[in-house]
């Protein structure tokens, strides 16, 4: 079903609504306070809203001068009896761009007694007026992709041999990569009914794969999918896969990074709801058999284990609300089995308790290495726990405003509407820096460790802006969730790929991973209910 959304409110009117909540106190992201909340933002180098820093105060000193030159050299000041707070009195007045902000402690006659802190960053523009408008639908768009995606060698290999082909280096990523590929195929088979047949072969023969390789009773990590797996190339030089994708994979292989086997569960759990064959779900069954047994008394579990022995390898923690709370979901609906609904309230207890109370949205991929507090955040996990406040406690106090707070950290920190940042971003192989300023935007970009612009990124914020519009009807988050997603039908090539990376150079093009075009694949067709 396809509604005819007319804005009510023009596009002039949405950007100044936007720009009147980024400049405002009521509607920043939340910020720290001294003795109380955390200072998230230690790490961030740009914003979109209001934001506030955490310099050490002078106990004989009561007033502080905050001093923001901006890229033209414009100079914007004001006192505060604070030296931690808002930017509020000149936010509004600060343009794009880079801004040098020192805060200076004052003497009672009002001179200089001493600079307290100093900080630069970007100042981002806000939603704006204007934004590029969609090529194609967004359906059309998606049946590209698709379309791409199975005329692939990669995936054409299993179609053909039921196991994945050795020339793609992404195939040391098992568990994350075939979870994907077997969900989009079966969103696949849904939307293109003449491709069903293809699609669904594909799926099975995937998911028939990533059991074969999982390891059975008497292995410490039983029925576990792997999360990294070499042995599919027999040869590595000769098939050419000694990439940075296999050298990451290589350094971490005897792990498993315990948010993948959630989404081969829940990948398991769909593939049985369509097939109806049985194997799929006791798969299901047993992956939430083994977060059933391995939980921790704060409700969520150790993030990465050694294959070895069992036994967790750090002292991180899975951040359940992406891939772990979706999964135990749908195995208490798929069963009425209360044990999964209690752990899965568990999940999200823990999510309260944790990262919602200290903003520490940390981020946790495969090929990126963990982090101490507040050094790698992400957009990820706010995002998906901002839907879940939306789909399942909107009728809760507070659970729809905490919702929209942590929509507007992800938009704050993770997207680009017009200019990104100037900085060069180093890229990797000694390659040349990439120039930001032939970046495609508007955008999200991923993470701190990996702070460019990324197809999935893009998508998953635009569908949390959906899911806010759904909840609330705010007719600013459709606009954002559509310009997002038009961007997505704008740098799809004429052979339907949809690139990962948006850096707009031949490397970066070449740095393709299928697992993100289908996220944009799966937001495409969501959002096509709601185009233009």
Excluded at 268 to 275: G, P, Q
Excluded at 420 to 430: I, K, M, N, S, V
């Amino acid at each position: 079903m396809a509604y005819d959304i007319k804005l009510s409110k023009s596009r002039k009117d949405l950007a100044r609504q936007a720009f009147e909540e980024c400049c405002s106190p009521e509607t920043t992201v939340r910020y720290g306070v001294k003795r109380g909340r955390p200072f998230w933002n230690v790490e961030s180098t740009q914003f979109m809203y209001v934001p506030a820093f955490h310099f050490t105060a002078i106990r004989s000193c009561r007033r502080y001068r905050y001093t923001a030159i901006d890229e033209a050299g414009g100079v914007h000041s004001f006192e505060a009896g604070d030296c931690c707070s808002l930017l509020t009195p000149i936010w509004a007045e600060l343009p794009e761009g880079v801004v040098r902000l020192t805060v200076t402690a004052l003497n009672e006659d009002g001179s200089d007694y001493a600079v307290v802190g100093a900080r630069t960053f970007f100042r981002l523009a806000s939603f704006p007026e204007e934004t590029p408008p969609a090529v194609c639908s967004y359906k059309e768009s998606a049946l590209k992709a698709y379309r791409f995606a199975m005329s692939q060698g990669f995936i054409q290999h299993w179609l053909k041999y039921g196991e994945p082909d050795p020339y793609y280096d992404l195939n040391s990523y098992p568990c994350k990569m075939i979870s994907a590929l077997g969900e989009a195929m079966l969103s696949y088979a849904e939307l293109c009914p003449e491709a069903r047949e293809d699609a669904l072969k594909v799926a099975v023969n995937a998911a028939d794969y990533l059991i074969r390789i999982t390891p059975r009773a008497g292995d410490p990590l039983a029925d576990v999918p792997p999360t990294y797996y070499l042995e599919f190339c027999p040869d590595p030089e000769k098939y050419g896969v000694i990439t940075p994708n296999w050298h990451a994979a290589q350094g971490h292989v005897g792990t498993n990074m315990m948010i993948y086997p959630a989404r081969a569960g829940h990948m398991y759990l769909e593939l049985e709801r369509v097939t109806g064959d049985r194997r799929y779900f006791e798969e299901a069954l047993k992956i939430g058999k083994y977060f059933l047994d391995t939980v921790e008394p704060n409700g969520s579990w150790y993030l990465v284990r050694s294959c070895a022995t069992g036994k967790p390898v750090t002292n991180n923690y899975v951040s359940p609300i992406e891939s772990v709370v979706p999964f135990l979901t749908s195995l208490y609906e798929r069963t009425g089995d209360d044990c999964w609904k209690q752990l899965c309230d568990g999940a999200v207890d823990y999510m309260f308790k944790t990262q919602l109370a200290s903003y520490n949205w940390e981020g946790q991929f495969e090929d990126s290495p963990l982090s101490t507090n507040y050094m790698n955040l992400t957009h990820y996990a706010p995002v998906a726990l901002a839907k879940y406040l939306a789909k399942y406690r909107a009728a809760e106090p507070g659970a729809l405003e905490q919702a929209k707070e942590l929509m507007r950290f992800a938009e704050d920190q993770f997207v680009v509407w017009k200019r990104p940042y100037p900085w060069l971003h180093g890229a990797p192989d000694d390659l040349p820096p990439y120039d930001t300023s032939k970046w495609h935007t508007p955008a999200g970009l991923e993470q701190y460790g990996w702070y460019v612009p990324i197809d999935s990124s893009t998508a998953d914020i635009a569908l949390g802006f959906l899911t806010l519009y759904q909840a609330c009807g705010d007719e600013l988050y459709l606009a954002k969730a559509r310009a997002l997603t038009d961007q997505l039908t704008r740098v799809q090539h004429e052979d339907g790929k949809i690139p990962t990376h948006w850096m707009h150079t031949p490397d970066a093009e070449a740095n393709f991973w299928f697992n993100c075009m289908f996220e944009s694949c799966r937001v495409l067709s969501l959002l096509s209910e709601y185009d233009k």
